[in-house]
């Protein structure tokens, strides 16, 4: 559906007062928006990569860009710092964020490749950003924090860091927003590559998105067993969400980045946005971040 090329395109939000799909492109340091009504994509360019952009409850965007926490105003296109973090850590931006059933944002760090296929190991967390912008650390010594979401109940966090090819389960204190009891949940297959961004359906069940694995997969949580997979035209699948007007359709990121030239040359939908319809489930909204 969206035929605007990303660098490297990620976490997709659907945005029901604008009737439309808001993303980042790491790589490119763009926010975007597309409306499916114009079929028009948006951008606001920021000053460093940025891994997670998520709803505000007073208009606008939370983001977090860099090593930092930060407002967007979409209509000024202006940035506002909130809190910067891991300053030791110049190598370090974060990656994927999602706000919690309480309107808190969670989103966790990598550190960069210094080379092709080389990047230091276990130098990643996990944060939460409270409304009254204090921030605790919730797991540490992370390789690639990803992909998250809540259980329906509220009770259980999900959590991906991508080098474990491994989705978790956390026990999940909704009132204090902190979580404890981690636990391996799903081993992805050896053909399903690496786990990247991640979404929850109206049953309850997990939709990853497998980078290089060209696929979604679905996986119950109650058995921990993979129940479904839909292939994509692309391999370098980034992330995944639910959104239209009753939650019934599911858009799909993906990258070319990390493509080479004779990759590139068969990949003519690498970077684009799909749409996935006639999946007989549903999504549920997003959370506002509480600020």
Known sequence: VVKEK?????CPVWEERENALVYVDINSQKVCRWSPITNEVQTVSVDARVGSVALRQCGGYIIALGTRFACLDWDTQEVTTILELEQDKPNNRFNDGKVDP???FFAGTMAEETAPGVRA???GALYTLFPDHSVIKQLGQVDISNGLDWSLDHRTFFHIDSLTYAVHAFSYDVQTGTIACPRL???LEKEEQMPDGMCIDAEGKLW?????GGRIIRIDP???????TVRLPTPRITSCCFGGKDYSEMYV???YDGLDKTALAKEPHAGEIFK????????????FYAA
């Open 6 to 10: 990303s660098r490297m395109g990620e």
């Open 102 to 104: 309480k309107g808190r």
């Open 121 to 123: 190991r276990r130098q």
């Open 185 to 187: 949940l799903y081993h």
């Open 208 to 212: 990853v998105a497998c980078i290089d």
């Open 222 to 228: 109650e058995t921990g067993k993979r129940i479904q």
């Open 253 to 255: 990121t993906s990258a």
């Open 276 to 287: 996935i319809t006639g999946l007989g489930v549903k999504g549920i909204p997003q959370n």
